[in-house]
């Protein structure tokens, strides 16, 4: 038998097989429910991925199909999430977005006040929000400026990192005091990660290497030195009788990469459909988690 990779989170080595794609294999810690991929991909591998701009344009297996026709499917999110930020920041500061793109969340925060920068591992995508802003978008974060940070924003990030601890580690190293990281991630809790591993796009190898369920997450935040202040969870996905599932995937399709037309009332059909699976789910499958993403408040303790 070969020898498991311990868990990126508790550092287990009591993991068991969820599903397995393209040559790669999601196991689950049975001490903290992470799922991880194991063999992880070469740094090599993992580079070569976010360097082709198929990932963010055409690759729609394991990138996006048109990540830029998904900016009014995430700007909801992102006005979302600068008002939680401001929340806890009013005088708002310095904020730092790791995994920028093309600097879409960017030119939002900056707009609502914010002094911004940013790190993309993409050099295409990279260039494009540099243009973007008029401002250095940096490749990693050791290339960023010595300065400290009031916030760190990661956007679907966590997930493609092979060591989630040590990075969110680094980070909270760039956190003034008292300063705070806020995070999304898919829910590794959600029915279709646990149920239906087949039908989960977030199992999406060799992008996605590490998946957390709510407490894992918590988990791995505490490692890291940071101290979580709230998870909570976003994204309402709940399973739906298997002719509807069948009759909407199209139009779900449509939402999830922007391309639906049109849009509000694409937006408006699909919330009704959710709101009627969501009925039909408390009555056939009751214990299932419908959320399908993580959202996090962390803080480096002062
Ligand atoms: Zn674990």
Known sequence: MSVQRPCPVCKGLDATPVIGRRNYQYIRCGGCQ?????PMPSAEEAAALYQNSAYFMGDEGTGYRDYYAMHKALAPHFHRRLRVLAKHLPRRGRLLDVGCADGYFLEMARADGWEVMGVE???????????????????SVDRLLPVEFDAITMWEVLEHLPDPVAELQCLAQRLRPGGFLMLSTPNAGHWQALRAPETWTAYRPPAHLV???????QLALEKAGLFPIRIWKVSPLPPLPAWLQQATRPLARALADGSAHPWTLALMLWRGVRLLGWAWQKVAHPQDDIFATLEALACRPA
């Open 34 to 38: 992470t799922v991880y991929l194991d």
């Open 121 to 139: 591992v993409s050099e295409e995508m990279a260039a494009k929000a540099s243009g973007r802003l008029n401002i250095p978008i940096v490749t």
């Open 211 to 217: 998946l957390f369920t709510a407490d894992s997450l």
